[in-house]
């Protein structure tokens, strides 16, 4: 399978500052990534569809103006969470998609705000 | 909004039973994968099926997609305790639609 890496894989900030994920396709240039939360026990929820040179296609629900995505080059998508809130703490993971089906998953990343 | 079913929910079971996870919907999917989740990881691909009344078999792990592409079955044959984790189906193009997972521990 495709290797994904995200950065950091655990990360404590204070609440109001804020918080840069990155995720990397190691071994694929990925046109699209993904970016999904998921809460304690439950499945995963999809946030944003990160295209590389656009802009991001935010789900409905998630401000845009707080988790803001830049997709920079084709192996490259990073996820910041601005003016972080205990709310925002969470298990953030990444994906990057190869061909018409298939998603690669980064190990993901535990944010928790103070 | 296509919604994905997984039952059970939680699955509990001694090692070396079998046991099987289902996963479905009302809408028709072009393809339905299935992933293995473990605690503090990311998702981990096990499978795609894109035929309807396609089979296929990974080791222990036999997966089905339905004929009409509405659900899809994960059976496993004599469990182990490797196979313990959250199971789930996700359907669709581009953007994924996650079933809502199947927790499985199996109990040496």
């Known amino acids: 399978g495709a290797v994904v890496s995200q950065h950091p894989s655990r990360v404590i900030c204070k609440s109001g500052t804020s918080v840069k994920i990155e995720c990397r396709s190691l071994d694929f240039q990925a046109t699209t990534m993904f970016w999904y939360r998921q809460f304690p026990k439950q499945s995963l929820m999809l946030m944003a569809t990160s295209n590389e040179g656009s802009k991001a296609t935010y789900e409905q629900g998630v401000e845009k103006d707080k988790f803001l995505i830049n997709h920079a080059s084709l192996t490259l998508s990073t996820l910041t969470v601005t003016s972080a809130h205990p709310e925002d703490s969470s298990f953030y993971i990444c994906?990057?998609?190869?061909?018409?089906?298939?998603?690669?998953f980064g190990p993901g990343t535990r944010l928790t705000v103070t | 909004t296509q919604l994905l079913e997984q039952s059970p929910q939680f699955l509990s079971i001694q090692e070396g039973e079998n046991l099987t996870v289902y996963c479905n919907s009302s809408?028709?999917?072009?393809?339905l994968q299935w992933y293995r989740q473990e605690p503090g990881e990311g998702p981990v691909l096990l499978v795609t099926v894109v035929t309807g009344g396609e089979v296929k078999k990974l080791k222990r792990l036999t997966f089905q997609f339905g004929d009409a592409r509405k659900d899809s079955s994960l059976h496993i044959t004599a469990a182990q305790p490797g196979d313990t984790g959250l199971y789930l189906c996700a359907g669709g193009e581009g953007k994924l639609t996650f079933g809502t997972g199947t927790r499985l521990t199996i109990i040496p």
């Open positions: 994906s990057a998609a190869r061909g018409d089906y298939e998603q690669y």
């Open positions: 809408s028709v999917f072009s393809s």
